[in-house]
């Protein structure tokens, strides 16, 4: 792993031209030696760079597209290990890392030697089953016993693996059975105690019945809705709870909440951190007796207490505590992030890191175990290049087993200042009239940091994307624009028609009007330089494709465009990707004429992207119509429709559709935030018109009109919800007449409301 780093994002950039130069010229310099000179010669400054690469050809390569890039604070940021709990652990994790990596299956092997004899099965057989044992290992995968004891076994190898390489944690933090792993690791039990107490734990919460729920709401809120014998186990986040109960129970829950809210069921056979273990307090208080515990050796954090362990904290009473209330992951997470530290996950899936970010947005995570890959060695180098360029310290010498001596490498780049004597002021020859001063440059406005963009940094390719990538970063505000970052994460608003605008006239780069709605990325504009056509298919844009859970897609408003959906699509979080569709003809080509020609073209775009359901889908205004159409012919497709959400717009029905009147008083109190929102459409004084707002007011009249001409042609058969804004006019009837477009009507609670009754946002969080 090659590492750079300079004081300035210019001198990084200077050092970078000047390593790649060098490696260009010693094809035959040693790589390792070239690494260790780099790694300990230098001291690290907070612009940092780094690279993996197995030959100096692809250090080239890799110095020029594939590099991870920084700002560690000055003082750097301490390491903290996340430990994940079980529900994400899966037969052959850790696989091809068992394969290379003699550190981490030698620590492997350990502890699959001290689970045989308290399994009376070797952990190694289902976890890397040969091809006929796959269905087996799968089933003993979702036992609390057998999968639990697998999960734990590659955590604690991954610990040992990092720490082996350099990294040392100034904090460990577990999330519910995460807290056994981290509680070894932190030397508060020995290894073989700590397997013990887990396997006695796991089979006596295999004898009680029950099941857990996540919920996507505040504990507040959820406490609010619990039926009997149901408890709230773990509090993960602001807008994430986990219910133990009996199944019964939990369904009573499931069916109390609204309907777009995703509740989803863990695989977990029991009723964990909750009251409802009460009758295995006695046997577990005795197992958590047995082992011997120790003062942690490293800053030990508890979601029991959600505070940090101190000597003898820990006991049989913290197991038992542990096992019976709540644990709280979210408060834990607020004290983690006093110490400002770049986190690792330890474990086979990123849930922690991803509850860590929801809790500490400002917290950097790093991925331990990312997908199986031929080569996890390199992920791991990776993964230590990200913790560096972060600001973690690493401990260099523990990557370098062997002796290794340094090679000449180009000097340090440094800010040229420019010093003059300034000419007397009377013209006479005199020192006395003579000053010497150093010339600084106007101080650059302060760039945000690119830490939060997520993802790996891709460097601009040619000329023209360097071109649009810095000017991008000075609109936005940014450290360092890469050809993949979605402008919508990096904080945009409505900024690509100003964009393109000031791309012509202050680069003099050849991009027409269509490029504003073609795509949000530097790759995707750039296909437009020097005549392309770039992205032909430019109706669906993303606005932020983060997440796993179902997309969310977005039709467009009055304008045809999605920029409206811009501050949505942040204030969502990442758990769900967030699509806009935007009408067709912004690039003044033919438009779709008929809310149902609009829509058979939404529902294309749709399919072509997502082809099985279910779909969430939403709009506000004159979207409305469109996505209610889309969603009625998704149905008569045979898909599901999850949700369809309706944003301040009357159905389109005798007695409800916009009258005149209305669309005048309705765009009068809308006109400030109208204006404002045009604000980066229009040119400043004195430029002219932009091309691209000719369309855009062609859709706007095409669209007004359809207001007053479509009907519903079918019946919806799923669920709608209608959210309204209490500054807009509007008729009396509070669901603006939606329900007789045939939503039908859903429960909360014991009492039935109109199903396109008020909601919010947070429907589409998700967990």
Partial sequence: MLVLSAASEAALERARVRLSARLAASPEISLADLAW???????????RLAVVAASPQEARSALESSRLEGIAPAEGRPVAFLFAGQGHQHVGMGRTLYKADPIFRGAFDRCAALLLGLLGRDVREFLYPTADGVEEAARLMEDQQFGGAALFAVEWALARTWLARGVTPAAVLGHSTGEYVASCVAGVMDLEDCLRLFVARARLLATCEGAMLHVPLSEDEVAALLPRECHVALVNGPASTVVSGARDALKTLEARLDPGLEARWLRIACPAHSPLLAPLEAPLRAEAAR????????PFLSCVTADWVSDGTVGADHWVRHALSTNRFAAASARLAELAPVALEIGPHASCGSMLRANAPEVPVVSSLPPESDDPVRLLLRGLGALWTAGATLNWEALHPHPRVRVPLPTCPFEPARHWID???NGAPSMAGFTVHEEKPEP???????????????APRNPGEQALAELCARILGVDRVGIDDEFPTLGADSMMLTLVDRARRELGLRLPGRAAFAGLTVRRLSAFLDGGRGDDDAILVPLQSAGTLSPLYLVYPATGVVFPYFGLARALGTARPVYGLQARGLDGGPADRTVEEMAA???????RHQPEGPYYLGAFS???LVVYETAVRLEARGARVAMLALIDEPAPLPGYRLSGWLLIKLLSQMSASL????RDYLMARGRPWHPSLGPMLRLLLGHLRENFRYAPGATLRGEAVLLTSDNLARPADPDLGWWRAGAPCGTWGAATWPCCARRDWRIWRGS
């Fill in 675 to 678: 204006l404002a929102h045009l």
């Fill in 37 to 47: 000179t780099l790694q300990t010669g230098r001291k690290a400054l907070p612009h």
């Fill in 622 to 624: 004159f979207g409305c």
């Fill in 291 to 298: 082992p011997r515990y120790h003062p942690p050796e490293m």
């Fill in 423 to 425: 000419a007397p002021s």
């Fill in 601 to 607: 073209t939404c529902v294309e775009a749709i399919v």
């Fill in 444 to 458: 650059a406005p302060a760039r945000r940091p690119r830490l939060s963009t997520g993802g790996s940094y891709v």
